[in-house]
């Protein structure tokens, strides 16, 4: 089996239990501003319609957005959104008083969710900011449909429309982070070495396998390289050692396993190649920062 970048980028996703809310879709005129930071997850604001202005801590501008742009923030930086370019007034939410007149923008903001406890390297490989403008370039065609997919839900409000909104915003990061792989010249992290020809053959094979015995050795075999020149590439894109990342691997795959109740820990410690249930455990336990039984009873890492 051969895997595509696209194919080892949406496994590698799959591990992270991604889940997204939108929690507030409205139109605001006259004085108001949002501000959604310090939530210490990722954050995003759809464009609609109209036009406002976002302010980044250390930046003295402000950025202008327009209708069916997307702002993702990957680690929760502070910004404030706002209809004109003036600094706003505080750091906090401030709603217009119900006879507001003026210019109206129609925002769409929510979060998206990883289920893991543990360091993410996607999120780490991000920047501070996403900014998407969907019409930019042709490539974007199809993030854009799926944003005025969202913003058409989020106006009906049909019954379910919270569970249709979550899906449909889940899909949306995928696209995002898709696009910005793309897009992106300084790529680092885990998407530099998705993008490395050699590292990311040793991460499929991993993915493909990850309860094989794999050594630090038998990994660069499987990149073409040498034990050395992988060990320090691998490090260097990835950001932590090979047979680390592995586990790490190894043990959000334990997590979605462990799902199932049919299958015991001894079960799953077998498959992902653990000798011994209590070494499993151990690991498992370092890693997620719950036991294993945790997770089977709900209390997901």
């Known amino acids: 089996m051969t895997y595509r970048s696209e194919d080892l980028l949406a496994d590698v996703l799959s591990g992270y239990r991604l889940t997204a809310s939108v929690f507030h879709h409205d139109d605001w005129c006259g004085r108001w501003q ?3 930071s310090g939530s210490r997850r990722t954050t995003f604001h759809l464009i609609g319609r109209g036009a406002c202005w976002l302010h ?3 930046r003295a501008a402000p950025v202008a ?3 069916g742009d997307l702002v993702v923030f990957p680690h929760d930086a502070w910004h404030v959104l706002t209809p004109t370019p003036a600094r706003p007034r505080s750091g906090a939410t401030a709603f217009p008083a119900g006879d507001a007149e003026g210019p109206v923008t129609n925002l769409l903001c929510g979060y998206f969710d990883f289920g893991v406890a543990a360091r993410n390297p996607i999120l780490e490989a991000l920047p501070e900011m996403i900014h998407i403008r969907c019409e930019q370039t042709p490539a974007y065609a199809r993030l854009e449909s799926l944003a005025r997919l969202i913003l058409a839900e989020a106006d009906a409000g049909d019954d379910g429309q919270h569970l249709v909104l979550g899906r449909l915003a889940d899909a949306l990061f995928v696209m995002v982070l898709r696009a910005y792989a793309r897009e992106a010249k300084d790529r680092r992290g885990l998407l530099a070495a998705l993008a490395d020809a050699r590292v990311s053959k040793a991460l499929a094979a991993a993915h493909r396998e990850p309860g094989r015995p794999w050594t630090v050795e038998s990994l660069a075999r499987a990149a073409g390289m040498s034990r050395t020149a992988f060990s320090v590439t691998f490090g260097k894109l990835v950001g932590e050692p090979p047979l680390r990342y592995l586990t790490a691997l190894r043990m959000r795959r334990a997590a979605e396993l ?3 109740r049919g ?3 001894a079960a ?5 190649g653990y000798e011994t249930e209590p070494a499993f455990r151990r690991a498992f336990k370092r890693v997620q920062g719950v036991a294993p039984g945790a997770v089977r009873r709900g209390r997901n890492s």
Do not use: F
């Open 34 to 36: 949002v501000n959604i």
């Open 56 to 58: 980044l801590k250390g």
């Open 263 to 265: 299958r015991s820990v």
């Open 65 to 67: 957005l327009a209708g």
């Open 268 to 272: 799953v410690a077998e498959e992902l």
């Open 258 to 260: 462990l799902q199932d």
